[in-house]
């Protein structure tokens, strides 16, 4: 998550963009970004600008911070393009959020100086469990109760922005969307997705280049970027429980997306044992049903989600 606000250093210097430059356009044009990370951070802000611009249809930008990188990001993204001012971030903590985690979101808003309220879910979230008591009965904990709370989140962000005028931003990134960790009706609400063309190590390599060479100093936490990434939907959770590390599931999505590789030469191209690449693409298959929902995707790559990769909702290509 994050809220937050200064204004920005006029220094860019060039750092160590990660990011495929041919993907992502490096080095084209007149030259004036030779940095990948800073042609990165333009277009997204440019996209960002436009959308609210072009469409009238919002005052600001609203978006929920859970202490995470990807809603730290997309704050930071935000405040760039729109203004401090017209940028507002909800912290919606449950009984799951960790204390670093409210911290980091709290003190990246204050860094950017950025709206933020806190709205505690707890009470709704119980709540809501007691009304589908007679539905759940005695079945054990899993991913109902998890996206429960995120439903819960995406609930109060979309009525703060009918009730402000503003237009919500999804926080989602390319890995998550590509292997549906996210859910629909949570997370996934918005009016624009503006990091939703960008790997999970791409956005962490954006999120450091912020702090090193576009700010110079702290403003997305040093926690944030360096902690195990995690929706923390259940205890002690961990992305790592259920996926490859993210350099590894990246290397894999790069190939099966934007070069199109099938199955069998992306295992020839070593990135991945045989029995994961094949987990991983399973995902990406069974989950085209959720990007064909989410919201529109800033195009940075490519091969991005949304129009320019049509794929059959469904399909029985894995038996």
């Given at each position: 998550?994050?809220?937050?606000?200064?204004?920005?250093?006029?220094?860019?210097?060039?750092?160590?963009?990660?990011?495929?430059?041919?993907?992502?356009?490096?080095?084209?044009?007149?030259?004036?970004?030779?940095?990948?990370?800073?042609?990165?951070?333009?277009?997204?802000?440019?996209?960002?600008?436009?959308?609210?611009?072009?469409?009238?249809?919002?005052?600001?930008?609203?978006?929920?911070?859970?202490?995470?990188?990807?809603?730290?990001?997309?704050?930071?993204?935000?405040?760039?393009?729109?203004?401090?001012?017209?940028?507002?971030?909800?912290?919606?903590?449950?009984?799951?959020?960790?204390?670093?985690?409210?911290?980091?979101?709290?003190?990246?808003?204050?860094?950017?100086?950025?709206?933020?309220?806190?709205?505690?879910?707890?009470?709704?979230?119980?709540?809501?469990?007691?009304?589908?008591?007679?539905?759940?009965?005695?079945?054990?904990?899993?991913?109902?109760?998890?996206?429960?709370?995120?439903?819960?989140?995406?609930?109060?962000?979309?009525?703060?922005?009918?009730?402000?005028?503003?237009?919500?931003?999804?926080?989602?990134?390319?890995?998550?969307?590509?292997?549906?960790?996210?859910?629909?009706?949570?997370?996934?609400?918005?009016?624009?997705?503006?990091?939703g063309d960008l790997w999970k190590t791409e956005v962490y390599a954006l999120?450091?280049?912020?702090?090193?060479?576009?700010?110079?100093?702290?403003?997305?936490?040093?926690?944030?970027?360096?902690?195990?990434?995690?929706?923390?939907?259940?205890?002690?959770?961990?992305?790592?429980?259920?996926?490859?590390?993210?350099?590894?599931?990246?290397a894999m999505l790069t190939l099966a997306i934007e070069y199109q590789l099938?199955?069998?030469?992306?295992?020839?191209?070593?990135?991945?044992?045989?029995?994961?690449?094949?987990?991983?693409?399973?995902?990406?298959?069974?989950?085209?049903?959720?990007?064909?929902?989410?919201?529109?995707?800033?195009?940075?790559?490519?091969?991005?989600?949304?129009?320019?990769?049509?794929?059959?909702?469904?399909?029985?290509?894995?038996g």
């Open positions: 998550g994050g809220r937050g606000g200064a204004g920005r250093s006029d220094a860019r210097g060039a750092g160590s963009g990660a990011g495929r430059d041919e993907a992502r356009g490096a080095g084209s044009g007149s030259g004036q970004y030779p940095d990948p990370q800073a042609r990165l951070c333009e277009a997204i802000c440019s996209g960002i600008r436009d959308y609210f611009d072009k469409t009238g249809a919002g005052k600001g930008a609203v978006l929920g911070l859970s202490g995470g990188i990807d809603s730290a990001l997309v704050a930071v993204l935000a405040a760039e393009a729109l203004g401090r001012d017209r940028v507002t971030g909800l912290l919606m903590p449950s009984g799951f959020s960790s204390e670093g985690s409210i911290l980091d979101a709290e003190t990246l808003a204050n860094h950017l100086g950025i709206r933020s309220y806190q709205l505690p879910i707890g009470e709704l979230y119980q709540t809501a469990l007691q009304t589908l008591s007679p539905v759940f009965g005695d079945l054990p904990f899993n991913t109902a109760e998890e996206n429960l709370q995120s439903r819960i989140r995406g609930t109060l962000l979309m009525a703060y922005a009918n009730k402000h005028g503003d237009l919500l931003l999804a926080t989602g990134n390319k890995s998550e969307y590509a292997v549906g960790y996210s859910t629909l009706y949570g997370d996934m609400n918005g009016a624009l997705a503006p990091i999120s450091r280049w912020f702090n090193e060479q576009y700010y110079g100093r702290e403003v997305i936490p040093v926690a944030t970027i360096e902690k195990a990434p995690s929706a923390e939907l259940r205890p002690d959770q961990k992305d790592s429980d259920s996926l490859p590390p993210y350099d590894q599931l990246d099938g199955e069998s030469q992306i295992v020839k191209a070593g990135v991945a044992p045989a029995d994961v690449v094949h987990r991983i693409l399973r995902l990406v298959d069974r989950n085209e049903f959720k990007r064909f929902q989410a919201a529109p995707i800033l195009k940075l790559s490519v091969k991005a989600f949304g129009t320019g990769r049509r794929r059959p909702i469904v399909q029985g290509w894995d």
